[in-house]
């Protein structure tokens, strides 16, 4: 059962580089989201989806790009890549049910550690 | 300007104790309370979970407390094991109409350290 799964696990990037972190979920959740972690900080919202079709800006969208063209797949784009982007990304994934509190318990990757120099 | 605040960044507690962590919170519209645990090099796995309309949930060995009108809310592990060494996110939301968990607030995490 893989869950929700990230490639790389670790990348550098030069400046003004670009690259796609790669997330993919196996457990048909609708809702998707993309997260990043600088040290000593709690995870900030970058982008999230609903639904295949459907992005959302989170807290952080600036220099980051997504899309959903299906349920499993929710690709990450840094197109100019800046020292400041530096961090750890966390892709995860949630599902509804009826009471829909279920929404918030997050299934997270193991996540993408990206150093940009 | 941080609406959830985990205070201690890392809490050393000896085997078999009770572990404490605590989160307190800003933002009034919160209603519904997580803890999250990572170890080094995972994602952030969910612990448990709190509605505003309680004050307390447990699950085998870990209990959430909630004070609404001190808005503050605690973890405790009793008894903790060398497994529970981790960093523990406090995160809270508000219930809202659009559905999913875009409304997801994070703590920036205490080290718990079980100390054998």
């Known amino acids: 059962n893989a869950g929700v799964t990230q490639t790389p696990k670790f990348r550098i990037l030069k400046i003004g580089q670009s690259m796609t972190l790669q997330c993919t979920q196996d457990m048909n959740h609708n809702y998707m989201y993309w997260y990043r972690q600088d040290p000593g900080m709690g995870l900030k919202l970058i982008y999230y989806?609903?639904?295949?079709?459907?992005?959302d800006k989170g807290e952080v969208p600036n220099g980051y790009n997504v899309s959903r063209s299906t349920t499993e797949d929710f690709p990450l784009r840094l197109e100019l890549a800046a020292p400041s982007q530096t961090s750890v990304y966390f892709c995860?994934?949630?599902?509804?049910?009826?009471?829909?509190?279920?929404?918030?318990?997050?299934?997270f990757g193991s996540g993408t550690q990206l150093s940009v120099l | 300007d941080q609406q959830v605040k985990q205070n201690s960044p890392s809490l050393s507690v000896q085997e078999g104790r009770i572990s404490i962590l605590n989160c307190d919170y800003t933002?009034?519209?919160?209603?519904?309370f997580l803890w999250y645990k990572k170890y080094p090099a995972e994602g952030p796995t969910f612990l448990i979970s709190i509605s505003s309309i309680k004050d307390k949930n447990e699950d085998g060995r870990f209990t959430v407390f909630l004070n609404k009108s001190a808005k503050h809310l605690s973890l405790h592990i009793v008894p903790s094991q060398p497994g529970d060494s981790a960093v523990y996110f406090c995160?809270?939301?508000?219930?809202?109409?659009?559905?999913?968990?875009?409304?997801?607030?994070f703590g920036k995490g205490t080290h718990l350290i079980i100390q054998p």
């Open positions: 933002n009034s519209m919160f209603d519904y």
């Open positions: 989806s609903v639904g295949a079709g459907i992005t």
């Open positions: 995160a809270a939301t508000r219930m809202y109409s659009g559905g999913g968990a875009d409304g997801l607030t």
């Open positions: 995860a994934s949630s599902y509804d049910d009826i009471n829909r509190r279920s929404n918030e318990k997050l299934f």
